[in-house]
């Protein structure tokens, strides 16, 4: 499911050579329909199960962005000569990230590629966010990160998401006062990896919109494991979520899935 910004966001679901616009589908009737099968999306193979969202096995225990250090860019292990795919970090890793504070379900502090900026806080969900630091590599991203965890959570919690009951937050407000309690740490990091390399930024919030006719009060979830049919009237839609009138079902959960659409 693809997401371009907009007010509301504009999504699009990728049905084989199809694309269906779901925001024009909203208050009607749509179906999905898991066939069985799934294939790994980078080499193309039929998996009975699918790892780290859409991979087979083999491919899940190979590719760097399938190595722990992509949920824990701290512990890169580059420099240490063992990094699964060395050019795929060079290009991918070491280069700029911003460290963000968002708020989706409540505050929280998040890092991203200069280059997925706004579409990662759109794939959470969240209605307002501000970029607070850029730097030079994921992994000193990373170190950020863990230091404002300290203070802040790095978790959405979905359910809350959905819901849609968030309340407006003062992001500049929480940026400085974290950098303020923060500096002295923030001080030993730029020591380590040069004055430069840590960079606050002066950015403008941002704030989104999302295309939801209406949250629901009780969240139920679909599995097409569980459940290989998914139909209801479509309510909405928010982060990779599709909020029906039978339940919610996370997209991005089911990557690699053969799945046929019914609009």
Avoid at 24 to 52: D, E, V
Avoid at 57 to 69: I, Q
């Amino acid at each position: 499911m693809a997401v371009e910004p907009g007010s509301p966001a504009r999504y699009t679901l990728r049905a084989g050579d199809e694309r269906l616009d779901l925001n024009a589908r909203l208050g009607q009737p749509l179906r999905l329909t898991w066939t069985g099968a799934i294939a790994c999306t980078h080499c193309g193979r039929a998996t009975k199960k699918s790892f780290g969202q859409g991979h087979c096995y083999p491919c899940f225990k190979k590719l760097a962005s399938c190595d722990s250090c992509i949920m824990k860019p701290e512990q890169c292990h580059y420099f240490q000569g063992t990094c699964r795919e060395p050019e795929w970090g060079e290009s991918h890793c070491f280069r700029p990230h911003v460290v963000y504070l968002a708020n989706a379900s409540g505050l929280k502090v998040g890092i991203t590629r200069d280059t997925q900026v706004p579409t990662r806080w759109l794939d959470q969900g969240a209605v307002q966010a501000l970029p607070i630091l850029e730097v030079d590599s994921r992994q000193q991203s990373g170190f950020v990160e863990v230091l404002f965890k300290d203070e802040v959570s790095d978790r959405t919690n979905w359910r809350a998401m959905l819901k849609g009951d968030t309340m407006e937050l003062d992001l500049p407000g929480e940026r400085d006062r974290l950098l303020e309690r923060l500096a002295p740490g923030l001080l030993e990091l730029r020591e380590r990896f040069g004055h430069d390399a840590i960079r606050e930024l002066d950015a403008a919030p941002w704030a989104f919109e999302y295309p939801v006719l209406e949250h629901p009060t009780k969240v139920v979830s679909h599995n097409f494991d569980k459940q290989p049919e998914v139909a209801g009237t479509l309510l909405g839609i928010k982060g990779q979520y599709l909020i029906l009138d039978s339940g919610v079902i996370n997209l991005r959960k089911f990557t690699g899935y053969e799945v046929t659409v019914e609009a």
